[in-house]
């Protein structure tokens, strides 16, 4: 006889999605994590769009990871018109990448995983017992929101970083301000991780975990590089150009968000992963933010993602203090884009958006539109492994009841940190009636 | 003590959705707010604005929803209504109900603050610039409540 545990809505994540899991005598039949959010169609939106549009209409497939969007896209651009962006450009776009981390991990951890620890059915419930908790975070998600905006010109889908470089440089004033709101946050990412710290870890599973995570080409970057290191014991490095095949995406009949595997093996992405990978690389107090909030790596638990975050917290606001330090000793607030000379050919990028790898892929013609493109999202990554996690927790869950067993399976859903509304992506046709290539 | 703030919410890229955007512009537009009274075009994340909102007597929040009345139908809700926030289903852009409630949690000069809030009834929002031809109709009529009920 079989059981049905059902999730319908999966609360506090982005976008709309629902877990299913059937049980037969204590073994898992299958795990289900549904992604019924409409599909987008961005990639097929883009076809024939001009190359300076295509920054701005992909950075509009989220609002939470729209410079992770904006900036792979002209990453990708850039490698297929053969520019090579100047030292300043790649730092600009590392300090917007580190202003969404920060956003995107403050809320995370702080409005949607913790009250999950604490008990509650909401960062609104949990605010009136922990006022100042919750306001660190709103705090941190400000400081990532301002970061984003100066840099960006918008604090959600930037209008300054454009190919080649930007629109227009910082001014010293703007990055001092930066600088100031940084140096104010650096209590605020301590208070982080002491409030982290005191989270009872939870009754979970712990599974094998073999991740994925861009190698950035120089520190804890997550822009720079074009390098994906799959880890499990060993690395195994692969290129940018080369991931798309390697990891064999497939549609599945129960989500809009499509499947990855390496050699059959789902893999993890995101900041437990970057950890991983790449964690030498952490500055002095990330690394002691990890050993007084109990994080060991390789760590084969879902829910130390949550921790992974709160390291990462501190990392990011470090390493743009750095970026900020170096644009002001070298007198330069970055360099305003010259002419671009499209021309036909492909570009494959890969970044670190905060909750992993993000691929963008295009094809230009000789006018500099798009014939193809090809979105895989981090969420898309990682939902098999979040299936094959779920189905362990089931398999080997001690909860009591099916209310405990279902707040297990949710904190696991959330410590993805999925963002559904990103991973929806339409299965891949072969237009052969209008001699098109293939589409997605 | 800040003068009253009148807050538009809603994406313009969202058809009706950006109703509330809407009003607040056409009052800046048309000359139709009142004196002392400043504006505030928020887009869709309140919680980003919570420095303009904090130290006020009042804010007018303008915003829409899909409540199944009539399109343009105008209600006025003194803010918090704590039997409307069950729960917490989105992860990244609290609704207004929810970011009103969690600011005055969290900081006693936004708590001191009467928060009301406008809605405006809708159709469901559609990917789409501008307002549909009913609501574009009503909008004189929906300006002029709003402006009423800053007097």
């Not at chain 1, 994906?228 to 599945?252: K, L, M, S, W």
């Not at chain 2, 549909?132 to 002029?144: D, K, N, R, Y």
Request: net charge negative.
């Amino acid at each position: 006889m079989s059981r049905i545990i059902r999730i319908a809505h999966l609360a506090r994540v982005e976008g709309h999605g629902g877990i299913t899991i059937e049980v037969e005598r204590r073994r898992v039949k299958r795990a289900h994590f549904d992604v019924f959010e409409g599909l987008r169609l961005v990639e097929g939106l883009l076809r024939g769009r001009q190359w300076m549009d295509v920054s701005q209409i992909v950075s509009r497939i989220c609002s939470i990871c729209s410079v992770g969007h904006a900036l792979t896209s002209i990453k990708a651009t850039e490698a297929a018109f053969g520019i090579t962006p100047s030292w300043e450009t790649t730092q600009l776009r590392n300090l917007m990448f580190h202003g969404e981390s920060i956003e995107s991990h403050a809320l995370h951890v702080f409005l949607l995983a913790a009250p999950d620890y604490l008990g509650y059915p909401s960062a609104i419930a949990m605010a009136e017992d922990y006022p100042d908790t919750v306001a660190v975070g709103l705090r941190l998600k400000k400081l990532g929101n301002l970061i984003q905006e100066t840099v960006g010109g918008r604090a959600i889908h930037p209008v300054n970083a454009v190919v080649g470089g930007f629109g227009r440089a910082m001014r010293r004033d703007e990055l001092l301000r930066m600088r100031d709101a940084l140096l104010e946050g650096l209590r605020d990412s301590e208070a982080a991780v002491d409030f982290v710290a005191t989270l009872a870890p939870a009754e979970t599973q712990r599974g094998e975990l073999l991740c994925a995570a861009l190698r950035p080409g120089t520190g804890y970057g997550y822009y720079d590089g074009d390098k994906v290191i799959f880890r499990d014991g060993e690395d195994r490095p692969v290129t940018a150009n080369t991931f798309r095949e390697v990891i064999r995406e497939e549609a599945v009949a129960h989500s809009n968000a499509k499947h990855s595997r390496l050699d059959g093996r789902a893999f993890m992405v995101g900041a437990l992963a970057r950890l991983t990978v790449n964690g030498a690389a952490l500055g002095p107090r990330a690394a002691a933010a990890m050993g007084r909030m109990g994080l060991t790596l390789p760590s084969l638990d879902p829910l130390d993602n949550n921790r992974a975050q709160t390291v990462e917290l501190v990392q990011d606001i470090d390493a743009a203090l750095t970026i900020i330090q170096q644009l002001l000793d070298s007198g330069t607030g970055g360099e305003v884009a010259g002419h671009v000379e499209p021309r036909a050919g492909s570009g494959v990028a890969v970044t670190e958006a905060p909750r992993g790898l993000l691929l963008h892929s295009y094809e230009y013609d000789e006018d500099g539109s798009i014939v193809a493109a090809d979105v895989i999202t981090p969420t898309a990554l990682n939902a098999a492994h979040l299936e094959e996690s779920l189905a362990r927790q089931v398999e080997q869950s001690r909860a009591i009841d099916d209310g405990a067993l279902r707040r297990d399976l949710e904190m696991i859903a959330r410590a993805y940190d999925p963002c559904i509304s990103c991973s929806v992506h339409l299965v891949r046709l072969d237009d052969r009636s209008t001699g098109e290539g293939p589409g997605s | 003590m800040k003068p009253t703030l009148l807050v538009g919410l809603g994406n313009p890229l969202m058809g009706d959705d950006s109703v509330g955007s809407c009003v607040v512009d056409t009052m800046r537009r048309r000359g139709l707010v009142p004196t002392g009274v400043e504006t505030l075009l928020a887009g869709t994340d309140l919680l980003r604005h919570a420095d303009r909102l904090a130290g006020r007597g009042r804010v007018l929040i303008v915003d829409a929803t899909a409540d199944g009345r009539p399109p343009g139908t105008v209600r006025f809700l003194d803010l918090p209504l704590d039997d409307a926030i069950a729960g917490q289903p989105s992860a990244h852009q609290l609704s207004a109900l929810e970011a009103v409630r969690l600011l005055q949690l969290l900081d006693p000069a936004v708590a001191r603050t009467r928060f009301t809030l406008a809605t405006v009834s809708v159709a469901a929002p559609a990917v789409a610039e501008g307002l549909s031809q009913p609501l574009a109709e009503a909008l004189p009529h929906i300006v002029e409540w709003v402006a009423a009920a800053l007097d």
